[in-house]
T-cell receptor, first 114, second 110 residues
């Protein structure tokens, strides 16, 4: 176990709705990264948070937004859901100072948009 | 944009066979990582290679980093059904973020 927990594990939404996914990072880790993973594909970087500030963003539209809290836990919010948003959303925690970029992943939140 | 390309994308073999998965890029990476992901779970780090030409072994798994630090390979000897999963290579891009290849799905049949 990595110590990274995500909730909920599964959820179903309809097109146009909004969703919030939550992540608790591993103890001592100050950085949280979010990834979107389609079935059988590699994870795609959404954004990263460090000390409650966004610290880099991938090629995702503004309707994907996030927060990091003082305890380093994080939320991913997606507005105006589209069918293509159906995927596994992975949260990973790390220490920003580790330049090799090693990440510790949670088990993910499986989002289905109907 | 730095990209990591893995091959093959899908591999189905019998238990006991050997296999090699490749991860290639046109860009230099300061380090590369290999992760393994099982269905319903997040990726789990297997190894990080840092030095060009480096070889690391993890039981039946052998990882190699290319001399020019643009490519890496994962070789599994005598595959077992428990090796089944999605294998991902990843590297830190020039913005400092970890990017992944598209993955290799390995199926080991008994």
């Amino acid at each position: 176990e990595t110590g990274v927990t995500q909730s909920p594990t599964h959820l179903i939404k309809t097109r146009g709705q909004q969703v919030t996914l939550r992540c608790s990072s591993q103890s001592g880790h100050n950085t949280v990264s979010w990834y979107q993973q389609a079935l059988g594909q590699g994870p795609q970087f959404i954004f990263q948070y460090y000390r409650e500030e966004e610290n880099g963003r991938g090629n995702f539209p503004p309707r994907f937004s996030g927060l990091q809290f003082p305890n380093y836990s994080s939320e991913l919010n997606v507005n105006a859901l589209e069918l293509d948003d159906s995927a596994l959303y992975l949260c990973a925690s790390s220490l920003l100072a580790v330049t090799t970029g090693e990440l510790f992943f949670g088990e993910g939140s499986r989002l289905t948009v109907l | 944009t730095q990209l990591l390309e893995q091959s093959p994308q899908f591999l189905s073999i019998q238990e006991g066979e050997n296999l090699t998965v490749y991860c290639n890029s046109s860009s230099v990476f300061s380090s590369l990582q290999w992760y393994r992901q099982e269905p319903g779970e997040g990726p789990v780090l297997l190894v990080t290679v840092v030095t060009g030409g480096e070889v690391k072994k993890l039981k039946r798994l052998t990882f190699q980093f290319g001399d020019a630090r643009k490519d890496s390979s994962l070789h599994i000897t005598a595959a077992q059904t428990g090796d089944t999963g999605l294998y991902l290579c990843a590297g830190v891009d020039n913005t400092g973020k970890l990017i992944f290849g598209q993955g290799t799905t390995l199926q080991v049949k008994p």
